[in-house]
C-alpha cells in the first residue's frame, strides 16, 4: 500500500523502515532535513511538504512528540486533514492526551475520515526489531482495517476502546513502567550499598516475588545486562524528558477522574529532578544515578 508517514525521529525511524521492509511504498515527511535523510537511505521517499505526502495515501501514520503538533499536523492552517483522500486510514502513533486523540478524531469523521489513535510501547528496540505493541483506540472496523499495516511494525495489536482509549492504556501503562523503574533502582542501590553484586541480586530478584519488566528486559544497573541503555551511558532509549511528558499525561488524566495516583505523583515528581539534574536525555532508566551516593 501507499502510506504517508510522519515524524522520522528514534521511533518513527525504524517504524518506518519495516513498512518498507514488509513491502509498502512509503512516503515520509519531517521538519529535520537529516531525518528524512535516514529514511530514504532506508528506502523511502522523501516529501517536501505534508501535503504532497498524503498524496495518494492509502494509509497515513503520524508519530510525534506532542498534542499539538498532531493538532497542526492535521489541523493547523496548512493541515493536512482535508487532503487526504477519504478513502484513507489515519493511524495516529503519537502519545498524548485522550481529549485531543478525540477531538481529532471527531473532525476527522464528521469531514468524512476515518482515524484511529495507536500509541506503542516497546521502546527504540521494539521500534528496530519490529516487536512493538500497538495500544489503540477508535472503531473495532477500523482497528480490524489498520491491524495488517500495523503488524508490519510490531508483535502485537490491543484495541483498548473507543478514540482516545489507546492513549488512556498507554499512559497507564507507562505510569506503572515508570514506578517499577523507580522501585528497581532504589532496590539495586540498597543491595550494592550493602555490599551486594548487582548481577546476582538482579537474578535473584527475577526468580522472586520481584521479578518485573525493568529486571528483565531493562536493566537499569550499567554492565548487568547487554545491549541496553544504562550499560551504554543512558544513550538511546526512552528519554526522561518524553518519561515526564507521560507522567504529566497520567496526572492530568487521574485528576480528570479524581483517582488516586500517589505513585504515579511521586514518580512524576522524581523524575522532574531527575531531568533537572542534567538527565533530561539521557533514558529513562538513568534513574539510577538519582540513587548513587554523591562520592560514587
Not at 493547523?76 to 486523540?101: H, R
Not at 489513535?117 to 482495517?145: E, H, M, N, W, Y
Request: hydrophobic share 45%.
Amino acid at each position: 500500500m501507499k502510506v504517508a508517514f510522519f515524524g522520522v525521529g528514534h521511533m518513527g525511524g525504524p517504524m518506518a523502515a519495516n513498512l518498507i521492509k514488509a513491502g509498502h511504498q512509503v512516503t515520509v515527511f519531517d521538519l529535520v532535513p537529516e531525518l528524512l535523510n535516514g529514511a530514504v537511505k532506508e528506502g523511502a521517499q522523501a516529501a517536501s511538504s505534508a501535503a504532497q505526502a498524503v498524496q495518494g495515501a492509502e494509509v497515513v501514520v503520524s508519530m510525534l512528540p506532542s498534542a499539538g503538533a498532531v493538532r497542526g499536523l492535521y489541523l493547523g492552517d496548512d493541515g493536512v486533514l482535508q487532503q487526504i483522500d477519504e478513502s484513507a486510514l489515519i493511524i495516529d502513533c503519537s502519545t498524548i492526551d485522550a481529549d485531543t486523540a478525540r477531538d481529532v478524531a471527531s473532525i476527522a469523521k464528521e469531514q468524512g475520515r476515518v482515524m484511529i489513535d495507536a500509541p506503542v510501547s516497546g521502546g527504540v528496540g521494539g521500534a528496530k526489531a519490529g516487536t512493538l505493541t500497538f495500544i489503540c483506540g477508535g472503531p473495532q472496523a477500523a482497528v480490524d482495517r489498520a491491524r495488517p499495516v500495523l503488524e508490519c511494525m510490531g508483535a502485537q495489536v490491543f484495541r483498548a476502546g473507543d478514540n482516545g482509549a489507546g492513549q488512556l492504556a498507554k499512559i497507564c501503562n507507562n505510569m506503572l513502567l515508570a514506578i517499577h523503574m523507580i522501585g528497581t533502582a532504589e532496590a539495586l542501590q540498597m543491595g550494592v550499598d550493602h555490599g551486594l553484586d548487582p548481577a546476582v541480586l538482579s537474578d535473584i530478584m527475577k526468580a522472586s516475588s520481584g521479578d518485573n519488566w525493568s529486571l528483565d528486559k531493562y536493566n537499569p544497573w550499567p554492565g548487568v545486562m547487554e545491549n541496553v541503555p544504562s550499560s551504554k551511558n543512558y544513550e538511546g532509549g526512552f528519554a526522561v524528558k518524553l518519561m515526564n511528558k507521560d507522567l504529566g499525561l497520567a496526572l492530568q488524566a487521574g485528576l480528570s477522574s479524581q483517582s488516586a495516583t500517589p505513585m504515579g505523583n511521586l514518580a512524576k515528581s522524581l523524575y522532574a529532578a531527575h531531568g533537572n539534574h542534567g538527565y533530561s536525555d539521557k533514558d529513562f532508566s538513568s534513574i539510577q544515578a538519582f540513587f548513587q551516593h554523591k562520592n560514587d
